[in-house]
């Protein structure tokens, strides 16, 4: 489970999150959706201490990251993967060794490698194509190799900042359906950043909306629609129900 408890930025004298506190369960896809400069990036990367809070705390399983140092700090970062818009893979390694720099990272064993990486890529549907170079596949090919990066050393997180922005439709929906799958088949809770209400609608079971660096109200999401979790504004539940691009509303 992840709870922020008050959490504040500033980036100089811009406050970037003011006084958030959210909860998210263990094993749940839960959304963060909202405008440009709502905060949502920010938010998520405070989840992982890639941002550090100035005020309040990021809790995860019990355990306050903030006020964690040296090896446990490491040991919770490596359980929690984050992938992003951009697909950040290195051009002159192939798709195997992409991978395998994630297990080099984190000190796996050299003879245990191979085989979890191998494994990672048949999960995403890669295997075959273990020693092209990113420069040779495809945009949402390219995703699915970022992905197989993240869940090699087995996080029991998956943070996904705006994941498929740069993908069209297709692509979108086959990258979606294999951070499904991760979620289904190992448990894994992700949280998934969007400014787009499709893909939040097609995999969220909650969705917090995020405003001015705030949160502005949580919803369900549920086969007969979507339903307010607090109070809720009836503008936004209009456009999260016709299925909007929160940029361009
Ligand atoms: N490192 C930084 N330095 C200064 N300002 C920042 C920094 N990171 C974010 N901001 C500002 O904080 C605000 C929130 O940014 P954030 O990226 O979290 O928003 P977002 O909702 O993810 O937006 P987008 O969808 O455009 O990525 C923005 O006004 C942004 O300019």
Redesign the pocket.
């Known amino acids: 489970m992840i709870s922020l408890h008050n959490v504040s930025?500033r980036?100089?004298s811009?406050e970037?999150?003011r006084s958030v506190s959210l909860r998210i369960e263990s094993g749940e896809i839960h959304g963060i959706i909202?405008?440009?400069?709502?905060?949502?990036?920010?938010?998520?990367?405070m989840m992982n201490l890639i941002?550090q809070p100035d005020e309040g705390d990021v809790v995860i399983d019990g355990e306050t990251l903030n006020h964690l140092k040296g090896k446990r700090i490491r040991q919770i970062r490596q359980s929690l993967a984050m992938i992003f818009q951009g697909h950040h893979l290195l051009s002159n390694k192939t798709v195997f060794d992409n991978v395998v720099v994630a297990l080099q990272l984190a000190k796996v064993p050299k003879k245990l490698r191979a085989e979890k990486v191998m494994e990672s890529l048949r999960f995403v549907g890669l295997d075959q194509l273990k020693d092209q170079y990113p420069g040779q596949l495809s945009g949402g090919q390219k995703q699915r190799v970022a992905i197989a990066r993240a869940i090699v050393n087995q996080p029991k997180v998956l943070l996904c900042?705006?994941p498929t922005s740069s993908l069209d439709p297709n692509t979108t929906a086959e990258v979606l359906e294999v951070i499904q799958r991760i979620n289904q088949e190992f448990g894994v809770t992700i949280i998934i950043?969007s400014?787009e209400m499709e893909v939040i609608k097609s995999v969220c079971e909650r969705v917090t909306v995020?405003a001015d660096?705030q949160v502005y109200q949580e919803l369900e999401i549920e086969p007969t629609g979507v339903h307010k979790m607090e109070h809720s504004a009836e503008g936004i539940i209009k456009r999260l129900k016709s299925g909007g691009d929160f940029?361009h509303a």
Do not use: Q
């Open positions: 930025k980036f100089g811009f970037a999150i909202g405008a440009s400069g709502a905060g949502k990036s920010t938010l998520v990367r941002e900042d705006e950043v400014h995020m660096g940029n």
